[in-house]
């Protein structure tokens, strides 16, 4: 499974694995999204396409049911119970895909008909690390699919008079820089806040490019600001849009 919790000694042989592609969004298409009374309207809804920010953002493959998921999400009269719900939903998926982007070899199995199968399975030493408050609410999604894998985390939080993100908790595998990390954070705005968090764990061993970062909702500034400082690393999302729902966390976990 991709979530075993062996380390994973192929990254420090050197032999790298061709990461798998997800497909992306059709960028001719708009980018959809309802608005809060809160966001300003004004906000030119541009589409971003994957040119525009390399091939390091991968767009999960947008359907209505996706649609659906970010509407609910977005829309300020949506009851706590379905934000709860529908963001569980999409983390899921989100999850799903971070891992069918790690790597694997491929495998012959036995049927219990005695027919050989000829399949695949994903190399072991893999670890999620949450950015918290709100990336603890991608855990469960996380854990739904791999039951031992180990979680770090970090807690960050902006200075308040200079805006600028400090850390005041870091705690990971011993490890961590044996496995491909699978960083959780659902809400990409400024992208200061992964920015020093991937610095974390690169001071911990932890190379760019074997980092994942998983979200639901990026900006265009937050995904521009994260790839131009850490050109290897993969972003992982379901959306990019000039207005990121912000209040994801304090509506996840009951606080607003």
Known sequence: MPCHNQQLN???SGQEHPMKQVRFANSSSSVPAVLNSSEPTDVPMQPVSQDSLGPQLKLLPLNDQIRELQTIIRD???SRGDFVFCADR???LVVEEGLNQLP???CTVTTPTGYK?????????????????SGEAMEQG????????RIGKILI?????????KVYYAKFPPDVYRRKVLLMYPILSTGNTVIEAVRVLIEH????????????FSTPHGAKSIIQEFPDITILTTEVHPVAPTHFGQRYFGTD
Request: proline residues 2%; contains cysteine; glycine residues 6%.
């Open 142 to 149: 996380l854990r739904d699919c791999c039951r031992s894998i």
């Open 157 to 165: 939080q902006s200075d308040e008079e200079t805006q600028k993100a």
């Open 76 to 78: 300020k009269t949506t």
């Open 104 to 106: 694997f070899s491929e």
């Open 205 to 216: 061993g932890v190379q760019p490019r074997h980092i994942i970062l998983l979200s639901l």
């Open 10 to 12: 192929s990254v420090n």
């Open 117 to 133: 199968y000829e399949g695949v399975k994903f190399e072991r030493g893999n670890c999620g690390v949450s950015i918290m408050r």
């Open 90 to 92: 999409l983390i899921r």
